[in-house]
């Protein structure tokens, strides 16, 4: 399939929507924006707003691979970038033992056997011999790639650093092999769930787009375009109450993966319209923590006999005993 | 155009959003590319490029109308041409019975005439607008201005010429015409004055030089920061952490490079017949474990609030953190911080434990702590006690703290006081003191910044 450029954020908009994906004028500006300026996209916001989705549908709309890297605590450089395949080199010094000892038979001495064996050195260090994770692998690829670095705040500062190198100029050197440098520059999206302060000059590098939970238009949208068979009118129910459930200070908020998975849940049972009876037996699809489903449970009018009530506050002690001395502490 | 742009720049570099060059460069090839005509991509190109935190939206939101919108009040009305003769006699008539000020000012409601440019200046100087450089000030200033016009007394006068057109015998239906007329134009004088105060803040924000006053305030010793100044500091504890952060990830990569490890080279090698192929070295980069205990009386509230602040900002280069707060008593304050921002978290800590006249007692928390939370501490926690010592003559309890001492790895007391004041009064410090590994004195954001890196350095 041919790579697309867009002309117009309206164009990019209208190709995401085939992809499955709603954006709105927002995300569309700020995507075609980064395809223009060539910078990578910062996407924050709540967890299961699509920010992973949009790198998805993007690659799908470009006509593009889509490459991820998922970060996590301890990512390196020897997962994010390359890794040389020892045992496999290992394996051809083993399997090659004989056509070397044929190189190195013919040496008068140990020092011109050495520099045979250094005439061949790069043989081991090639490319063959080079695992490529996946930023190498969207940096040499010979078709343009997504590059979707996923969920960024969970790397450690260190790598973030070493990511600003890569991100800066698509370049990375491998000492034993040279500089490698990108073949098409990749489209980059980076997603945060905020979880810790990035570094500011990670930032300065990207263009920035916050994505927040939609409004009720915007999820009833997306409900329709993926849960087609819900009923029109059910589906404006189960939105509206997803979006006052957001509102509650609940532990995890439902997002909208969530949204769909309940509406899938809602077709299955065959639902005709929310009723307690409905709610009841579908509404751990939407909240994960028992004390949230309690919260909510009790918010919507039906009380469980057995709620404890909450204990005491802690008397301070010794509160009549300081009169000893007394001062503005 | 150009020029509006970069002062609206400065304008949220001056309301504490970090602007670089190089951004402020983005932003004009981003326009460059979306062009300026429609103006919700205008403002996404700016937002974009801009702003990289979604605590400076609302920041963006607020300033991008005052910079970019058609900044014209709505139009005031002319009443003055289309009455009748009649009536506008009447209107004269009754207009005779008000002072000359109320006059004056009512005249010009009929009229439709708006402030001019002179007169909103002076309004401005009268209420010190000039001074204003936040925009949550904005409506405040917009009422002071309106008070100096006396709008209230207008109003009243308002009503009363209402009344006496009424008893002059005017038709009704035309009376309450005049009276949403006037009415309008009194709106929209208010909406001229806010949009002038909002404009001339944003002004002053944009002439203002926000950095040096930040690194002004971080070597502000805790006890002169008044509470705007907190806020400011509040806000810079993130990106604090997030400076330290990159200082100490830098630190632990060279520090990587260690020993080598033979246990270890050895099972990695196994794979390879024990040809050492991969070398690994030994990880000396422990995370420390942390247990905190916070004075968090009037005197050290600021001091203890940003250590947390900073603590928890930091927390993934922390293997755990266990928080106490006192004043009279000790409580244990780290599930407060469990699915919370940390500032939000220390915000309910201090409400709950007010600071007031209490009786401010290191021995008795001490000893509460020994007997509910001793299992915290162990041969790899550091502990840390933020305090100034002033123990109220109660007993200091140096058993226990010589024995939490013995058991921690090591034993930090941050203290704002300066040592010269440790003998004085009731303070105990100097009895503590031997039984510290590292006292650091810490009476301003910075050195508390200093402070935790060093403490963050495990041996």
Redesign the interface.
Request: charged fraction near 40%; hydrophobic fraction near 30%.
């Given at each position: 399939m041919p790579t697309r450029t867009f002309a117009s954020?309206a164009e990019l908009q209208a190709a995401l929507g085939e992809q499955q994906y709603i954006a709105n004028?927002?995300i569309a500006?700020?995507l075609?924006?980064?395809q223009?300026?060539g910078?990578p996209l910062?996407t924050?916001?709540p967890a299961g707003v699509g920010k992973t989705e949009l790198a998805k549908a993007l690659a799908g709309a470009t006509g593009r691979e889509l490459i991820r890297l998922q970060c996590y605590?301890g990512l390196d450089e020897t997962k994010a970038l390359y890794e040389w395949e020892?045992?496999k080199q290992?394996l051809y010094t083993q399997l090659l033992r004989d056509k070397l000892q044929e190189t190195l038979a013919a040496a008068p001495n140990l020092a011109a056997a050495a520099d045979r064996l250094a005439a061949e050195e790069d043989v081991f260090f090639s490319m063959r011999f080079l695992l490529q994770r996946p930023l190498l692998r969207a940096i040499l690829s010979k078709e343009p790639t997504v590059l979707l670095i996923d969920e960024i705040d969970r790397a450690?500062?260190?790598f973030?650093?070493f990511l600003l190198e890569v991100l800066s100029d698509f370049q990375v050197s491998v000492p034993e092999i040279g500089t490698l440098t990108a073949v098409h520059r990749p489209l980059v999206v980076l997603t945060s769930n905020?979880t810790?302060?990035?570094?500011?000059a990670l930032?300065?590098r990207?263009?920035?787009?916050?994505i927040d939970y939609p409004t009720v238009e915007q999820e009833l949208a997306v409900v329709r375009l993926k849960v087609p068979e819900l009923a029109p009118r059910l589906a404006r129910q189960a939105v509206e109450l997803v979006h006052r459930l957001r509102t509650m200070d609940l532990?995890k908020a439902p997002s909208i993966s969530e949204t769909l998975d309940w509406a899938r849940a809602l077709v299955a049972l065959n639902a005709r319209q929310l009723d307690p009876q409905t709610l009841e037996t579908t509404l751990s699809v939407l909240l994960k923590h028992e004390s949230d489903l309690q919260r909510v449970r009790r918010e919507m009018g039906q009380v469980e006999p057995d709620g404890e009530p909450r204990p005491p506050r802690r008397p301070?002690?010794?509160d009549d005993e300081?009169t000893?001395?007394?001062?503005?502490? | 155009m150009e020029e509006r742009i970069i002062q609206f720049i400065s304008a949220l570099r001056g309301g504490g959003v970090r602007v670089s060059l190089a951004e402020s460069a983005d932003a004009f090839k981003a326009i460059e590319e979306l062009g300026i005509q429609d103006r919700e991509r205008f403002k996404l190109a700016l937002r974009a490029t801009l702003i990289k935190d979604a605590s400076d939206l609302a920041t963006f939101e607020e300033l991008f109308p005052l910079f970019f919108d058609a900044t014209e009040a709505p139009p005031l009305l002319n009443l003055a041409q289309d009455l009748t003769p009649e009536e506008a006699a009447m209107l004269a008539e009754a207009l005779r019975q008000f002072s000359r000020r109320l006059r004056e000012m009512l005249e010009k409601l009929i009229r439709g005439e708006m402030l001019s440019q002179q007169e909103l200046d002076q309004l401005g100087q009268m209420v010190g607008l000039n001074r204003a450089t936040d925009l949550r000030q904005r409506e405040w200033m917009a009422r002071r201005m309106a008070q100096a016009l006396r709008f209230r007394e207008v109003q009243e006068a308002l009503r009363q010429l209402m009344e006496l057109l009424a008893q002059m015998g005017i038709n009704k239906q035309r009376l309450e015409q005049i009276r949403q007329l006037l009415q309008a134009n009194q709106e929209a004088l208010m909406e001229q004055l806010r949009q002038h105060a909002g404009q001339r803040i944003a002004q002053n924000m944009a002439q203002r030089r926000p950095d040096q006053e930040i690194d002004e305030l971080f070597n502000r010793p805790f006890n002169a920061l008044s509470d705007q100044d907190m806020d400011r500091l509040r806000k810079e504890v993130r990106r604090l952490a997030a400076l330290l952060r990159s200082r100490i990830a830098l630190r632990q990569k060279r520090a990587r490079t260690g020993q080598l490890d033979a246990k270890a080279t050895i099972r990695a090698n196994l794979k390879h017949g024990n040809v050492p192929i991969e070398i690994v070295h030994r990880d000396r980069t422990l995370k420390p474990k942390l247990v905190v205990i916070c004075d968090i009386s009037t005197s050290m509230r600021y001091c203890s609030e940003l250590m947390l602040g900073l603590i928890y900002a930091l927390q993934d280069q922390i293997s755990k953190t266990h928080a106490f707060a006192f004043i009279d008593h000790l409580e244990y304050i780290s599930p407060d911080f469990v699915g919370q921002e940390p500032n939000a978290a220390i915000a309910g800590v201090l409400a709950r434990m007010p600071s007031g006249y209490y009786n401010t007692d290191l021995g008795f928390s001490l000893e509460q702590f020994s007997r509910n939370f001793l299992d915290t501490v162990d041969s790899r926690t550091t502990l840390i006690v933020v305090g100034d010592g002033r123990n109220n003559y109660n007993n200091p309890r140096l058993d226990i703290f010589s024995m939490l001492a013995r058991r921690s790895h090591r034993t930090i007391w941050l203290n704002p006081e300066s040592p010269l004041l440790w003998a004085t009064g009731d303070s105990d410090m100097l009895k503590y003191a031997p039984l510290c590994d590292i006292i650091l004195q810490v009476s301003t954001l910075a050195e508390l910044t200093a402070a935790i890196d060093k403490m963050l350095v495990q041996r």
């Open positions: 954020p004028d927002e500006t700020i075609y924006l980064s223009q300026l910078k910062l924050e916001g605590e020892y045992a290992l450690d500062a260190e973030e650093a905020n810790r302060e990035l570094s500011e930032k300065r990207c263009l920035y787009l916050f532990r301070r002690p010794d300081f000893r001395y007394r001062r503005v502490n | -």
